[in-house]
């Protein structure tokens, strides 16, 4: 298979991150006969710096003619501490959203063995957790009208849904929900907020077409808390952006650490795959970064395209640098690994999984390895 994918590396430790994912994507490609192209763009505050927009069309026009697109973080302090800011970088990734149509984001939530006491919510509370969460994504208080009055002092957000919006993520949700538990948790504010009732409403209607499949509710204060009380009930959750955006936030803290875990944001014709955590301006540069996520996202990617072998090897490579203690600090605060030692040893398990004496913890820490 040839694949043409944008990669947009953004900000603070996400061109450390992604460099990791293309070395993954580099090895399937050689092992399994695929040919994967890249082509990077700037996305974010460093293309705020260098054009003053921060999703230049040429960036866009990129996007819109890959197959897909690897990202990795957007985000700098000052503009995060500054409210007055007038552009952002978060406005390009909102922007690319929309323009790609990527209007649903699927975030797997599942802790690994070996880190189940990374993680500070007790054992027997997260042990056989495994739950995917559907966030719609260009819709809701993130996109609609906003308002600010001259002097400063009242603001708003409009929050809106339309039946179709919230019907052809249903629809993901629930497929989803058949190759899994058949159970699908719908999380809103019905008790307060008309969009929530229009949410029940429509995705009542769109579970008439899945009968196999479970269909519950449950407001998103009572959600957040059970996410940490008893998180092995949810199979598949399913809610509008800005409550996705914090409940999947909120799940990371299952598996250890936000460096975890990958995402995709899919739509009709386009798909993006990127990991959850943010720019972490604090760790740029210092090698010490988690690649994981980003890793992962390379193998969601693969299994978009039905390479699932390929992305199951990606899957076995995180399982056995997890096992082996080739984690960064935020896993083992006295690990000597880095974020590049990471990318090499799931590199190197690609090209030589069977080869198991090869991984040990003085060939990854001085380096050596097929990828330059």
């Known amino acids: 298979m040839n694949l043409k994918i944008a990669v947009l590396p953004g900000d603070g430790i996400g061109p450390e991150v992604i460099l990791q994912a293309k070395k993954a994507l580099y090895a399937i490609g050689e092992v399994y006969n695929h040919e994967f192209v890249f082509e990077e763009a700037l996305m974010g505050a460093i293309a705020i710096d260098k054009t003053g927009n921060p999703l230049p069309e040429q960036t866009l026009n990129l996007c819109l003619n890959t197959d897909a697109v690897l990202f990795g973080a957007i985000g700098d302090p000052k503009y995060d501490n500054n409210p007055n800011a007038k552009v952002r970088p978060e406005q390009g990734l909102l922007k690319l959203r929309k323009e790609l149509g990527l209007f649903a984001n699927i975030r797997p939530i599942k802790p690994y063995k070996s880190l189940i006491d990374a993680s500070p919510l007790k054992r027997e509370i997260i ?3 495994d739950f995917t969460i559907f966030r719609e994504l260009t819709g809701g208080a993130y996109f609609g009208a906003k308002t600010l009055n001259e002097e400063g002092t009242h603001a708003s ?7 179709e919006e919230i019907t052809r993520i249903a629809h993901l949700a629930f497929k989803s929900a058949q190759n899994r538990r058949k159970k699908l948790t719908m999380v809103d504010k019905a008790n307060v907020l008309e969009t929530s009732r229009l949410w029940r409403k429509v995705v009542q209607k769109v579970g008439e077409s899945y009968p196999d499949v479970a269909l519950d509710f449950l407001f998103v204060d009572n959600a ?6 008893n998180p092995k009930q949810f199979d598949v959750i399913l809610t509008e952006n800005l409550f996705g955006d914090i409940l999947s936030d909120e799940a990371s803290v299952i598996t250890g650490s936000i460096g975890l875990l990958a995402s995709a944001s899919l739509g009709e014709k386009n798909a993006l795959f990127e990991p959850i955590h943010g ?3 604090q760790a740029k540069g210092k090698n010490i970064a988690n690649p994981i996520a980003s890793i992962l996202s390379a193998a ?3 299994e978009h395209f039905g390479l699932f072998k390929e992305a199951n090897v990606i899957y076995q490579a995180v399982e056995k640098a997890i096992e082996f203690k080739v984690v960064t600090v935020d896993l083992k605060a006295d690990s000597k690994f880095g974020t590049n030692e990471v990318g090499e040893f799931v590199s190197n398990f690609i090209f030589s999984k069977d080869d198991l004496l090869y991984f040990n913890n003085d060939n990854v820490h001085i380096g ?5």
């Open 279 to 281: 720019s972490y301006p």
């Open 368 to 372: 050596q390895s097929t990828i330059v």
């Open 300 to 302: 969601m990617l693969l």
């Open 157 to 163: 957000d409009l929050c809106e849904y339309s039946e």
């Open 224 to 229: 957040a808390m059970q996410i940490i009380l």
């Open 127 to 129: 042990e056989g957790a």
